[in-house]
């Protein structure tokens, strides 16, 4: 398969812009066969191309992706990985606990894994800010409030 001009990194990210600089990423030129390619680098295909390494560690894993790790979608979150969210407030309270209790295992998970690898990343989980500049950015914060106390969250 032959890839087209890809585009160039994504600029919303601006949080890299205080990183040390990258080295480049190395473009995938020639034919190549491994045990596992991942497409995409984001958090979702970094975090399958680790778990395929630790379940077969002789096998090679290749991750591509059209930018640097973490320059899309996930870039922009700006590595923050929670489990209560106004959004959520709006699930079906069913989907909301399924919701819930997914992202803290996957949170578990990976908060083993930064302690396990000395992963120097700055994790911080003594809580999280919602804030509003507008009348109906309050009314946003005080239904998410109303939610967290119904459900007895801290």
Known sequence: MRARQLPADDAGCGWFAGLDPSPPARPLVGDRRVATAIVGAGF???????????????????????QRAGYGAAGRSSGFVVDLAGFV????????????????????????????HGIDCAWDDTGWLHVAAT??????????????????EA
């Open 135 to 152: 009348d109906p950015g309050m009314e946003g914060l005080t239904a998410l409030r109303r939610w967290l106390d119904e459900r007895g």
């Open 44 to 66: 979702t295909g970094l975090a399958a191309a680790r778990r395929f390494a630790e379940l077969s560690p002789g096998d090679e894993v290749t991750v591509i992706d059209a």
């Open 89 to 116: 407030a709006a699930l079906a309270p069913t989907d909301a606990d399924r919701f819930i209790h997914l992202s803290r295992r996957a949170i578990t998970i990976l908060r083993r894994a930064v302690d396990e």
